[in-house]
């Protein structure tokens, strides 16, 4: 079955930090599809961070354009969300998403928390 596992967050990352979150994808072919990033901040709605398509055409949002990139390895089946000058506001669970014959799969999120 369709399985998105997210890592790389957890701990206390200071402002202006960088860390690097990666989703290992499985039970599809990866190639075939769009991946993306969505993030959570306490009390806020979910939110699409960055969006890949299978060519490599990637999208991102405004409040992060410039600091984070979203990159994929099909053959490793992985997509990363490369997060630099992170900010407090970037706090938030940060979740893998596909969208698979109209069907959307999550992962379980990983915890991005930036403070000083």
């Known amino acids: 079955q369709v399985q998105l596992v997210e890592s790389g967050g957890g701990g206390l990352v200071q402002p202006g930090g960088s860390l690097r979150l990666s989703c290992a994808a499985s039970?599809?072919?990866?190639?075939?599809?769009?991946m993306m990033w969505h993030r959570q901040a306490p009390g806020k709605e979910r939110e699409l961070v960055a969006s890949?398509?299978?060519?490599?055409?990637?999208t991102m949002i405004d409040s992060v354009k410039g600091r984070f990139t979203i990159s994929r390895d099909n053959a490793k089946n992985t997509v990363w969300l490369q997060m630099n000058s992170l900010k407090p506001e970037d706090t938030a669970e940060y979740y893998c998403?596909?969208?698979?014959?109209?069907?959307?799969?999550w992962g379980k999120g990983t915890l991005v928390t930036v403070s000083s």
């Open positions: 890949i398509s299978a060519f490599g055409f990637t």
């Open positions: 039970g599809f072919t990866l190639s075939n599809y769009v």
């Open positions: 998403n596909v969208l698979i014959r109209g069907v959307n799969y």
